[in-house]
C-alpha cells in the first residue's frame, strides 16, 4: 500500500468511526433516552438538566483517623465507601436536615455562583465536614469539582462554590445534548466525620512523605480493579486535625482532573501507568503534617 | 432526606418554563432542595445543535477517545457560550469552535500522550473493520496525533472534514501557503514514520 492509499483509506475508517463513536456515545445515546426534550431543542435538555440537579445530604463512612501525625513514609491505609455507595448512605428519614434553596444557584446556563446553604441541624452531624460535589451522572468517580468548606459542627453552615469552581463548572462540564452530561450536585455531610464505622469496599496503600521542603508527596496505589477508562481513581481526602479544614484530592489516571483546580493546596499530580496516583500536598509544614492525620482513599 | 422543590426560571423561553415544569412533576431527581434558574439563550442552543456533532467528531479523531471528545466539545462550546455576545457575532463562529476545541486538544497533548498509551490498548476493540487493516488505520491515527499542533490540525481537518486549503487558513487565521508548507510537511512526516513501521511501500 502506498501513503496516498493508506491516507484516504484512514481518513475514510475514522470518518466511520467517527459515526460510529460519536452516534453510538453521545448523541444518538442522548437522542434515544431524551428524544421528547431534543425535539424541542437544547434549552429544554438544559432544563431538564437543571431539573435533575441531585442534591443530596448523606452521611457516609468515615476515614479512619490515625491519632498520632504519622512520621514520614509512613503507611495509611483507610478506606471509606466509594462516592456511589455514599450516596447510597442517605440520611435516615426523619433526620433533621434541610438544604435551602441558594439564591443565586443557576444550572442550565451552566454555571453555579453565589452559595448553597446547607442548614444541617445541630446533633445530627456534630464535628463532620461537608463536601459538595458537581459530578456527570453516569461518571460518580469524576467528579467536576469539589470544594470544602470548615463545618466543625455549626448548624446552618453555608457552604460557598469559590470562584475558581465556578470557573471549572463552566468550562468543564455542560450540558448539550445528552443526559450522560447530566450534572449532578451532590452535597455530602460528614464525609470527614470520625467514628463511623464503615466497610472497607477495598484495601488500597497510601503512602506519605513529607520532604525537606514541606512539601508532602502522597501516593496511592489503586487496586487493579479500577476501571480508569471509565474515569475511575481514587480519591483522597485531607483533613487538617489542627482546624477541622479539609482537601480533596480526586483524580482518575486518563480523566484529569488538575489537582489544583479542586484545591490550591495540591500543586501537581502524575499518574504513572501503573495507575498510582501520586499528588503534592503544599502548605505550611504543620498542616501537611496534620494533613496526614486523617486520610480517606476511596474508590470511585 | 431529600427536600422536594424546584423551581423553572427562563428568562427567554416561556416554552421551555412549562416544559421545565412537567419534567419537574416527572423526575424523582428533582426532589431536592434546589432552585434551578435557567438561562436558555436560544441562538446558542441552535449552534450547538447544529456543529457539536461535527466539533465532536474533529475531536474524536484528534484525541482517539470520544470521551475526551465529549469533554473537549463541552468546553469549547463552554466558552463560546460565555462569550457568545462576541463569538455569536462572528461571521463562522462554526470555525471559532472548532479552533477552540483543537487548542484545547492539542493544549492536552502532554497529558493525552501519557493516555494514549493506555489508551491503545482498547483500540482494537473500538475499531471499525478488518481487524489486520484496522490496525494500520490506528497507526496512521496516532501518527497524525503525534504530529506538531499546527500540522496535526491541519491534516485533522482535512481528513475528517475534507477542507480545502482556504478553509483551513480561514479556521486557523493562518495564510493558505502556510496551510500548504504545514500539510505538506505533515504528510512527509507521516510518511517517513509509516515506512518505517513497514506500513507502506518503500
Known amino acids: 500500500m502506498n501513503f496516498d492509499e493508506l491516507e484516504r483509506t484512514a481518513a475514510r475508517h475514522m470518518r466511520a468511526q467517527i459515526d460510529q463513536a460519536v452516534s453510538d456515545d453521545f448523541a444518538l445515546a442522548g437522542e434515544r433516552r431524551s428524544i421528547r426534550s431534543l425535539s424541542v431543542g437544547l434549552a429544554i435538555v438544559t432544563l431538564s438538566v437543571a431539573m435533575l440537579v441531585v442534591v443530596q445530604l448523606t452521611r457516609s463512612g468515615a476515614p479512619v483517623v490515625v491519632t498520632e501525625p504519622p512520621a514520614a513514609d509512613t503507611t495509611i491505609a483507610t478506606d471509606p465507601s466509594p462516592a456511589s455507595d455514599t450516596l447510597a448512605a442517605i440520611l435516615p428519614d426523619g433526620t433533621p436536615i434541610t438544604i435551602t434553596a441558594p439564591r443565586t444557584l443557576m444550572l442550565g446556563s451552566w454555571e453555579v455562583r453565589g452559595s448553597v446553604a446547607a442548614r444541617i441541624d445541630e446533633g445530627v452531624n456534630a464535628g463532620c465536614g461537608v463536601r459538595l460535589e458537581l459530578r456527570p451522572n453516569d461518571r460518580p468517580g469524576l467528579p467536576l469539582g469539589a470544594v470544602i468548606e470548615t463545618f466543625e459542627g455549626r448548624p446552618g453552615v453555608q457552604v460557598t462554590l469559590r470562584d475558581s469552581l465556578d470557573q471549572d463548572l463552566a468550562t468543564s462540564f455542560l450540558v448539550f445534548t445528552s443526559e450522560r452530561w447530566l450534572m449532578a450536585l451532590a452535597i455530602s455531610v460528614g464525609d470527614a466525620c470520625p467514628a463511623t464505622e464503615m466497610t472497607p469496599q477495598w484495601a488500597t496503600h497510601l503512602s506519605l512523605v513529607t520532604d525537606a521542603a514541606g512539601i508532602a508527596h502522597v501516593q496511592v496505589d489503586a487496586p487493579a480493579s479500577i476501571d480508569s477508562r471509565s474515569g475511575g481513581g481514587p480519591s483522597i481526602v485531607f483533613r487538617n486535625a489542627t482546624d477541622q479544614s479539609i482537601a480533596v484530592a480526586r483524580r482518575s489516571c486518563l480523566v484529569d482532573q488538575p489537582l489544583s483546580e479542586i484545591a490550591e493546596s495540591f500543586i501537581a499530580s502524575t499518574c504513572d501507568d501503573s495507575g498510582s496516583l501520586v499528588a503534592q500536598f503544599r502548605g505550611p509544614r504543620d498542616f501537611v503534617e496534620n494533613a496526614s492525620t486523617a486520610v480517606t482513599v476511596s474508590s470511585p | ?202
Not at chain 2, 419534567?23 to 445543535?49: I, K, N, W, Y
Not at chain 2, 474524536?60 to 466539545?73: E, R
Not at chain 2, 493558505?176 to 512526516?189: F, I, N, W
Request: glycine fraction near 6%; charge should be positive.
Open chain 2, 1 to 202: 432526606m431529600r427536600v422536594y422543590g424546584v423551581t423553572c426560571v427562563a428568562v427567554e423561553d416561556a416554552h421551555s418554563i412549562r416544559t421545565c415544569m412537567r419534567h419537574h412533576e416527572r423526575s424523582d431527581l428533582a426532589r431536592t432542595g434546589v432552585q434551578a434558574h435557567v438561562l436558555v439563550p436560544s441562538e446558542f442552543d441552535r449552534f450547538v445543535r447544529e456543529h457539536q456533532r461535527a466539533l465532536r467528531g474533529l475531536l474524536y479523531a484528534v484525541t482517539g477517545s470520544s470521551q475526551d471528545a465529549d469533554d473537549l466539545a463541552q468546553e469549547a462550546f463552554a466558552r463560546a457560550y460565555k462569550s457568545w455576545t462576541s463569538v455569536g457575532q462572528l461571521d463562522r463562529p462554526d470555525a471559532w469552535i472548532r479552533r477552540v476545541g483543537l487548542n484545547l486538544a492539542y493544549s492536552r497533548g502532554r497529558r493525552l500522550k501519557v493516555e494514549l498509551r493506555a489508551r491503545a490498548r482498547s483500540w482494537s476493540s473500538d475499531s471499525v473493520g478488518d481487524s489486520t487493516t484496522s490496525v494500520e488505520y490506528i497507526g496512521f491515527w496516532e501518527e497524525v496525533r503525534r504530529l506538531p499542533k499546527r500540522q496535526g490540525q491541519v491534516l485533522a481537518l482535512r481528513y475528517v472534514e475534507d477542507m480545502s486549503i482556504r478553509e483551513i487558513s480561514a479556521l486557523l487565521g493562518i495564510a493558505e501557503g502556510t496551510v500548504k508548507a504545514l500539510s505538506s510537511q505533515a504528510r512527509a512526516r507521516l510518511a517517513d514514520r509509516l515506512r518505517r513501521r513497514g506500513w507502506i511501500d518503500s
